[in-house]
Nanobody, 121 residues
Framework: VQLQASGGGLVQAGGSLRLSCTVS????????MGWYRQAPGKEREVVAA???????HYADSVKGRFTISEDNAKNTVYLAMNDLKPEDTAVYYC????????????????WGQGTLVTVSS
């Protein structure tokens, strides 16, 4: 599975961005697609994940503000980010794991290049 992320940028606090991840290769509906982020000096943090088309998970820090979705026809996974905060500033990576457990343990089978999200106060 190959992943290509896009959509990062600079936004003011309270603003919105939508990240896109184009997926190529063979994967199954019970595999896990999602996003993790890494800020300077911090560990990787799983932000959101989706499997089976509608089973989702969010980090507590983004619940109610971020929404993950997928469009199977376009082989694309999206992360809609609303009410962005300066602490959301990080490089965001699209990632794939064959199981839910692996994704949450930050064991990724594939990941794309990161896209930088910068939120100014």
């Amino acid at each position: 599975v190959q992943l290509q992320a896009s959509g990062g940028g600079l936004v003011q606090a309270g603003g919105s961005l939508r990240l896109s991840c184009t997926v190529s290769g063979n994967y199954y509906s019970n595999n896990v697609m999602g996003w993790y982020r890494q800020a300077p000096g911090k560990e990787r943090e799983v932000v959101a994940a989706i499997t089976g088309g509608d089973i989702t998970h969010y980090a507590d820090s983004v619940k109610g503000r971020f929404t993950i979705s997928e469009d199977n026809a376009k082989n694309t996974v999206y992360l809609a980010m609303n009410d962005l905060k300066p602490e959301d500033t990080a490089v965001y990576y699209c990632a794939f794991s064959t199981t839910w457990f692996k994704f949450h343990q930050r064991i990724f089978d594939s990941w794309g290049q990161g896209t930088l999200v910068t939120v100014s106060s």
